[in-house]
């Protein structure tokens, strides 16, 4: 995956497929939804499939844990970087994908975390 998280490829997802993936917005969730978290809304799509919208939700109370166990201040480019790599996790896996609102455990963001570990992420 390039460093390029606001426009990517990801896949194949279980059947083969490679999804266009691009960034649309990051925001508070509690500004739209009333929930303690950082929403980043993706589209996706693939040549047979229609463009679909996917938002992620990380927790604001495990980012807060998780950057301070890791000396990593909370960041927009470090979220976008969480989320488009979970969204990368959802498509190659099946997993989730076929929800449009998904929102990440600790289990989720340890995972995250690890595939990314000893790759810098963005302050």
Known sequence: MADNYRR?????????????????????????????????????????????????????????????GRGHALTDAWCLTLAAKHLKYMIETGEDLEKTLVTLNEADLERTLSATAGKPLPA
Do not use: C, M, N, Y
Request: hydrophobic residues 45%.
């Open 8 to 68: 990517f490829e990801a896949g194949p997802d279980p059947f083969g497929r490679t999804w266009e993936v691009e960034f649309r917005w990051l925001q508070t969730g509690i500004s739209i939804r009333h929930a303690d978290t950082v929403d980043v809304k993706f589209v996706i799509w693939t040549r047979d499939e229609p463009k679909q919208e996917r938002v992620i939700a990380l927790p604001h109370p495990l980012l807060i844990a998780l950057g301070e």
